[in-house]
């Protein structure tokens, strides 16, 4: 199916890029406030399934459709018989406000599906998951750390390894945590959850400075890591999962997001869901997203 782009407003940037990680847009999202629900009914008659996404967010989404939240709305539209049109907006920038919940008098929602968000996350109505990711360390090859296959490996580096390296983190993020829990806060760099540059994308912390040689080691969400790490890399580079710790969430579930206040549309998307899993879990694979067991709670944490 081809999908077509809608207009956004004009305060939304059309600017192309190599994308923009889950984390960075997720940390934008969870800091944004509460959300009110809205008063709209049940699910419309649709003309098409229009999907509301950061233009510059691979390997989610981008406004070239090369994302695989992009190759899932398709997968979603092929099934619904619709076409995919796509609003743009910059995740971090207030998001859910200026897309899903924007309304003008008289006019309707540019989008009505976000098809990337945490589950639990309270602004938008989260489906049951569809997938699970942790986080990761990624790090080139050939830098004495090519033994590494786990987090408690890593840990389990000389002392001395360990206080040389510059490892890349995002502020205020769960990795932070794990790094002071095992005295790693000396050989943090620390990088903004947000940043207001047009073109920016958090990948570019493996893209280009972990790349060049700025920082020895980046810890990252694993759709990202595992992105620029691996499926886009331009040199080999090994990306470890961290494994779970108690009291630092260290893996997030992700469904899909619609408003409040249309219970007909949410289920319909989580029998999608339901119905076609083998084919979004074989999309995730193409993208190396890295997977975890999802825990039985998080499929109540959606409702």
């Not at 207009?7 to 847009?25: D, E, V």
């Not at 992009?70 to 971090?92: C, D, H, M, W």
């Not at 932070?176 to 920016?200: C, F």
């Not at 961290?242 to 408003?259: A, H, K, N, Q």
Request: hydrophobic letters at 35%; glycine letters at 8%.
């Amino acid at each position: 199916m081809t999908a077509t782009k809608e207009q956004a407003r004009p305060s939304a940037t059309r600017k192309r890029g190599r994308g923009i990680t889950l984390i960075a847009g997720l940390a934008a999202l969870l800091t944004a406030g509460a959300s009110l629900a809205q008063d709209s009914g049940g699910a419309p008659e649709r003309k098409a399934l229009r999907v509301c996404q950061d233009p510059n967010n691979l390997p989610f989404a981008n406004d070239k459709q090369q994302g695989f939240e992009n190759r899932i709305a398709e997968l979603f539209g092929k099934s619904l018989k619709l076409p995919v049109t796509y609003y743009n907006y910059p995740q971090r920038f207030v998001f859910i406000r200026n897309t899903l919940r924007y309304k003008l008098p008289g006019q309707d929602y540019p989008c009505d599906i976000i098809m990337g968000l945490p589950v639990g996350f309270d602004q938008a109505s989260v489906t049951k998951p569809y997938f699970r990711s942790p986080y990761v360390l990624v790090f080139p090859a050939g830098k004495g750390m090519d033994d590494v296959r786990t987090s408690d490996d890593f840990l389990a580096l000389p002392r001395e390894k360990l206080a040389s390296l510059k490892i890349g983190v995002f502020d205020h993020s769960p990795a932070s945590k794990w790094m002071a829990r095992h005295d790693l806060v000396d050989q943090g760099v620390p990088y903004h959850t947000i940043n207001v540059e047009m073109d920016y994308y958090p990948g570019r912390i493996i893209d280009q400075d972990l790349a060049s040689g700025k920082i020895d080691v980046a810890i990252v969400w694993g759709p990202v890591g595992s992105y620029y790490g691996q499926t886009a890399a331009r040199q080999p580079m090994h990306v470890v999962p961290i494994r779970p710790e108690p009291g630092i969430p260290l893996e997030f579930s992700v469904g899909m997001g619609v408003r409040y206040g249309e219970p007909e549309w949410k289920k319909q998307v989580e029998e999608f869901i339901d119905t076609h899993r083998a084919e979004i879990q074989s999309i995730l694979a193409e993208y190396r997203v890295p997977l975890t067991d999802e825990p039985p709670a998080s499929a109540a944490l959606s409702r």
